[in-house]
């Protein structure tokens, strides 16, 4: 089992940046973290992934979020940070964190948070 604890989301004016974190505890048949990151769900949209850093450092962006939002993470306690730069009406959104915890079988299980919802507007 995973358990994932959000903070960061608000409303923010366009052109401002919030600071998302996401901190992964596990137990049971989890033994680690490997993937971490966040998915967004817009109203009448389709959800999709924003951003996503491996254990090794590794990540991978949503073309429209390149160059405005950084993905890190302290692999010592499992915690991830989204920090969001000149933050966009279309990026609001509520923002999931989404976590691959290891099993001892051959696939990953996939874990989200509740959400924290970022309203971007003037």
């Known amino acids: 089992q995973v358990q994932l604890v959000e903070s960061g989301g608000g409303p923010v004016q366009p052109g401002g940046s919030l600071r998302l974190s996401c901190g992964a505890s596990?137990?049971?048949?989890?033994?680690?973290?490997?993937?971490m990151g966040w998915d967004r769900q817009a109203p009448g949209k389709q959800r999709e992934l924003v951003a996503v850093i491996t254990k090794g450092g590794s990540t991978n962006y949503a073309d429209s979020v390149k160059g405005r939002f950084t993905i890190s993470r302290e692999n010592a306690n499992n915690t991830a940070w989204l920090q969001m730069h000149n933050l966009k009406p279309e990026d609001t959104a509520v923002y999931y964190c989404?976590?691959?915890?290891?099993?001892?079988?051959?696939?990953?299980?996939?874990?989200w948070g509740r959400g924290t919802q970022v309203t971007v507007s003037s």
């Open positions: 989404h976590v691959r915890g290891e099993t001892w079988g051959p696939y990953d299980n996939d874990y």
């Open positions: 596990y137990s049971g048949s989890i033994f680690g973290i490997n993937d």
